[in-house]
């Protein structure tokens, strides 16, 4: 039979084990509270946005570019990318860019990716421009100077976090 001073110590224990699991998430939410950010001219409800890197065009526009819109200030923001494609040379010109309310840009990443499917890479955190009101943050996926791109699926978003 367990001594009524080891059942003590068994409940205090447990207590504070169960006090720090309750804290520790909360504590976490509290420093990085991000909310996807919608496509602009998305369809539906989702913020990821599916997409198939096309050809550039003489005339008109490419599908290059996804801009999404800056709903409200935020502090940071992050771009995530994730490869649909099977094909294992697949290669993934990317661009990342803050669009702000005088009209002016930042470019915040410029690489070429190669991650196998379902796989892809978190940009950032990219932190607000003192100074600047950011309106849209761009996601450029495809350019003309890499032609091997074409037919190269993926999908997108982009958060903003207080």
Known sequence: MLSRSF??????????LIA????????????????????????????????????????????????????RPYSSYKFFFTANSSDANASYPVEGYMKFSDGSNLQVFNETLSPSIGTGRMFGPYPAVPGKVATEMNFKVGASSDPDALGYSYRISVQGCR
Do not use: H, Y
């Open 7 to 16: 059942l003590r110590l068994a409940l205090a224990c447990g207590a504070a």
């Open 20 to 71: 720090l699991e309750v804290q520790a998430p909360a504590a976490g939410l509290a420093q990085s509270r991000c909310t996807f950010l919608p496509p602009i001219g998305g369809k539906g409800m989702t913020p990821v946005v599916a997409k198939t890197v096309g050809p550039g065009k003489i005339i008109g526009n490419t599908n290059w570019n996804t801009d999404f819109l800056v709903t």
